[in-house]
């Protein structure tokens, strides 16, 4: 998530340089068709290029809402993992903490650090890339390569170690099934196994079961936003028409790079003005359908994602407060910005 109050326009130049540069040959390619060789019959009349961007802006426009709705949503739904993990938490904490001191303290704990299994393993599976997800486009590649995600940097089966045996760290990572789930199955036995021992009694095992339901609901909301691309026949259509759209400018607007000198008799040097208007004009729609479709994999790693790396630390850091460990553990920080 960037944290900065704007991006500089030297970084979208950046960014976008690669999309740029062919903007620019074709539109130099066109000029120099149209000009050089004196085919001005092949300019396309103004109405069709205005008939043209008018349907790419809606359907970009449509696209970007839609896009801007799942980060929205991604993050609305991790603010309700935070919510969910401090009540059942506190849950834990008030029903527990009535029982014998040395008892109490080990079943918290095994039941916290299970917590923080489920948050790890949450985070290594968003984190997973997708064939959809742009994080392989080579603008993406070298901004992230200089700005790795933590999971990126660890493995899963290292971080589980520090709340699991090897033995449980084993059957998570063997499981052939969602690993998430396999540990919230351990959550529902562990508060089954305190009820049939009669350490709870019925009322306290439905408040503590249902302050699990809710976290498996939300685990199956966040999945479903990173398993589940923003719909390809939309994205598709929308890059057909960018693509048409740039294509066509170049022709449209040399009729009046070519007026703009005709009164003067310079109308051979102001038609290379059609270069810079018809980047100007293509770097416009294709920057709108760049920035809609990064951000619509909210998980990936990229810039403007989710912070999940940071709500869980803090998740974590909270509930081992809770109890009462001293932890050497620090909010992560944003470089340059950018928070993951």
Known sequence: ???????????????????????????????????????????????????????????????????????????????????????????????????????????????????????????????????????????????LAALPTPESQSKLQTELAAYFPDADVQKVLTHRGDKEAFILQGQYQAIGELHRKGLIDSNVFVSLTNAVDDIVRLQGAVKRIKSYPYARNYYSIAIILVVAFVAIVPFGLFPYALDLGRSSGIEHFTAWLNVPFSVFVGWIFVTLEKVGENSSNPFEGGPNDVPISFLARRIEIEMRTMLGEKTDLKPIEAKYNILF
């Not at 923080?116 to 993406?140: D, H, Q, V």
């Open 1 to 143: 998530m960037h944290l900065g109050r704007k991006y500089r326009l030297p970084e979208y130049l950046v960014w976008m340089r690669w999309e740029t540069a062919y903007i620019f040959l074709w539109a130099l390619f066109v000029t120099a068709l149209l000009e050089v060789l004196r085919l001005n019959f092949l300019a396309i009349p103004a109405p069709l290029l205005a008939v043209v961007g008018t349907a790419v802006a809606i359907v970009l426009a449509f696209k970007n809402q839609q896009c801007h709705a799942r980060i929205n949503e991604a993050l609305a739904l991790w603010g309700q993992i935070t919510s969910a993990s401090m009540i059942l938490a506190n849950r834990l904490k008030a029903t527990l903490g009535n029982l014998d001191a040395g008892q109490s303290d080990s079943l918290l704990k095994e039941m916290f650090y299970r917590h923080f299994a489920w948050l790890t393993a949450m985070r290594f599976f968003l984190r997973e890339p997708k064939t959809w997800e742009n994080t392989f486009e080579p603008g993406n590649a070298k901004y």
